[in-house]
DNA sequence: GGCGATGTGTTGTATATTCAACACATTCGG
DNA sequence: CCGAATGTGTTGAATATACAACACATCGCC
């Protein structure tokens, strides 16, 4: 099933990349971070960098997916069934990775982290809808995903937004059953 | 001055398999361990094992060499000036030493563990010799660092013996005369 | 005795990483 | 404006590491 042929090498080498990447962004903003700084931290050559990443933006997607995955699988990934409790579990990942986020400084790439996050949202979506309701259109399977990535994201910007810090899981409750049923079963 | 020009990845990867053995001599006596549980808690392959070290007597070797180096070098490899502060400095490194290899388990190898101790003290030893005692014969400064590194750790053995634990300085300090200036100078 | 399981050490080949060098862009100060 | 300094991204050749396979030794067990 997991298909993990991956050659030690790599794995050491990404993850090398990755953590000296974190660290140096709790050091300073992403915009004073450059490749040679990454490359230094993680004691690697800089041309090494360039076969793993594009450039320091892929770098930046590529782990926060990561971390952004991390906070989700374990719980909900494998399970696949899509019901209120699992998706109230996901939107308090995706706050949970938020607040995290919010320690480092990405300051003036919110855009790209709510694409990460709404990307991985429609992936598991996707993947939990294709199991239970796997006679549908594959057409209308994805579209559902999309508008249900972009919803449970543009809640977790709410939640965000919000003054008093209600915990996410009472936070999204009350929308649980339009999820669920849609308009028609409030 | 220093020359050095080691490969990253060279540096690495002994570190890497450096550390596994110290974390496993931490769990298990030396002779339980095998290549396979140093390559593995190393996550290195087993090949690149060889490539580096003969056999896992070798690494036992390197490995003592480097800890009991990082005791030593910092205060005296480049003072360069054999006095009696020192000596007192370097009996006190190798006692600490000892007393941290008493908490792994390297029962039975004691005889490597002093092969090593001592040639470690006879190099720093001549290295000293030959600064400021350069117009002497080689031969004799050899010999002499031969003499100093096996009284040195003849008396290590013998602080390590005794019941009450003075410390390393106090011990030591009454021989200082005889090291510095012989029998006739006592 | 024989036989599987486990550990050692070696080898050839494929792949990852290093290194030095290059062209190009941007920035900064005289 | 120019030149020096710094960062980006690429390339080719050298080197280190991974992997699979092998021969050999040792050990416990039936």
């Known amino acids: 099933m997991k298909e993990v042929k991956v ?14 990447f974190i660290e140096l962004s709790s050091q300073k903003e992403f915009k004073d971070i450059t490749v040679k700084d990454i490359t230094a931290e993680a004691m690697i050559n800089r041309a090494t960098f360039y076969y793993h990443f594009e450039d320091i933006y892929d770098l930046l997607d590529k782990s926060l997916s990561e971390v952004l995955l991390v906070n989700l699988n374990c719980e909900t990934y494998k399970s696949s069934e899509l019901n209120e409790e699992v998706v109230s579990s ?47 259109d594959v057409q209308t399977l994805k579209l559902t995903s999309v508008m249900l990535s972009w919803g449970i994201y543009g809640a977790s910007v709410e939640w965000k937004r919000s003054i008093e810090k209600v915990e996410p899981e009472a936070y999204i409750k009350s929308v649980l059953p339009f999820i669920m049923s849609g308009i028609g079963g409030m």
């Open 7 to 20: 050659d030690p090498r790599i794995r050491r080498t990404r993850k090398l990349i990755m953590d000296a």
């Open 90 to 136: 996901i939107f308090k990942a995706i706050t949970e990775f938020q607040m995290s986020l919010s320690t480092r400084c990405h300051r003036g790439y919110e855009d790209t982290i709510a694409r990460i996050i709404r990307e991985q949202l429609e992936i598991i979506f996707y993947h939990m809808l294709v199991n239970q309701r796997s006679n549908d």
